[in-house]
């Protein structure tokens, strides 16, 4: 049985989720206590325990202590199914965090998954857009062999939720080594900036805008969809992706969301103040994709390397659970004033 201390680390729920994805995809029973020990709110949240229902849809698991605010989880799969799989999260939670979980499973399905999740939010705090998953982080898993689709229904934000996701992947995945230790030359930025039935504020045309203008003074050419949404009618929000890749296929992002007295014009500048950050490091992926990429790159046969501008406490914690759990050897090598993550 693999046993693991929450605690450790981040104390976080990446803890959670990357334990249960690689306890499903090794078809191992799983342990976890001190869940989330070091949020303010520990334990099970609705977002965390929907995860964790929606992989034991996937893997066939028991579970034990799967409910609101445990702090010690048992998982014990059987196999990894493929075919339809309903989640419901029921409040903002993030639905981005959800995928997280379960999508490193579906790589090893023998067959199509569709993941239909309802009732979460798309664009909320502390958690990757919807966009920045379908535009940076999917591409990144195809050059890996990963074939997945993302459809939004219905956008969802704080407080409410009610957002609407499918995502598909497809059978025959076979996970390959991913080698992207330059930036290289880079094309021009583009990104999706959205808002649902805000259109008579304009909010979507200006986040774009505001990002537009500080990346033109920074010297970038950029071209942003505007998106008027309306698949939301309970829930009015906003959110803004942006992201570039290059000539030797690092990809970086930067996004931001809306929120109560927050301009329109402070979301646009935000996101693309975090892309600048992460162009001018000349890192091959930015610290968000950094530490997602670390359980793909940790299972795939061979050596992948791709650089971060600094090693967070999520890439330190993601590094640190696939050594304990796979075995597996990651290093990192501060290389200037980037650092090169390899597994060999």
């Known amino acids: 049985m693999l046993k693991i201390d929450g605690s450790q680390k981040s104390g976080s729920g990446t803890i959670l989720r990357l334990s249960i994805a690689l306890a499903g995809i090794l078809n191992e029973p799983l342990h976890i206590s001190n869940i989330r020990r070091k949020r303010k709110q520990p334990g099970l949240s609705p977002q965390h325990l929907e ?15 799967a409910k609101l605010g445990s702090c010690e989880l048992w998982f014990k799969p059987t196999g990894i199914i493929s075919g339809k799989v309903r989640a419901e999260i029921g409040t ?25 999740v309802i009732n979460g939010g798309t664009d909320v705090r502390y958690a990757p857009t919807i966009n920045y998953m379908k535009y940076v982080l999917l591409p990144t898993l195809e050059r890996m062999g990963l074939k997945s689709s993302l459809t939004v229904r219905k ?47 304009m909010v979507a045309e ?7 203008e500080i990346l033109r003074n920074k010297g ?14 309970l829930q009015k929000g906003s959110s803004i992706a942006l992201w570039t890749k290059t000539s030797k296929g690092a990809i970086v992002g930067g996004d931001a ?26 890192a091959s992926v930015d610290v ?45 090598t501060k290389v200037g004033k980037i650092y090169e993550i390899e597994k060999s």
């Open 220 to 233: 970038y050419t950029s071209e942003i969809e505007v998106v008027y949404d309306k698949s939301n009618p």
């Open 257 to 282: 969301i809306g929120e109560l007295r927050k301009t329109s014009e402070s979301v646009g500048k935000e996101a693309a103040v975090k892309l600048i950050k992460e162009i001018e490091a000349h």
């Open 155 to 201: 956008f969802g934000y704080y407080p409410k939720g009610m957002g609407e996701v499918l995502l598909k992947v497809s059978s025959n995945n076979e996970l390959r080594a991913i080698s992207i230790s330059k930036f290289g030359k880079m094309e021009r930025i583009k990104g999706v900036s959205v808002c649902t039935f805000l259109e008579k504020q």
């Open 51 to 65: 995860s964790v229902l929606t992989a034991a849809k996937l893997c066939n698991a028991e579970t034990k202590g």
């Open 92 to 116: 903002a939670g993030s639905m981005s965090m959800l995928l997280l979980t379960i999508l490193p499973i579906c790589a090893y399905a023998k067959g199509e998954v569709t993941i239909h």
């Open 206 to 212: 200006r986040q774009a805008e505001a990002a537009i």
């Open 288 to 332: 968000h994709l950094a530490d997602m990429l670390v359980p793909y790159v940790a299972l795939a046969k061979g050596t992948s390397t791709y650089t971060a501008r600094k090693i967070t406490d999520h890439i330190d914690t993601n590094i640190w659970l696939v050594e304990k759990i796979l075995g597996t050897k990651i290093e990192v």
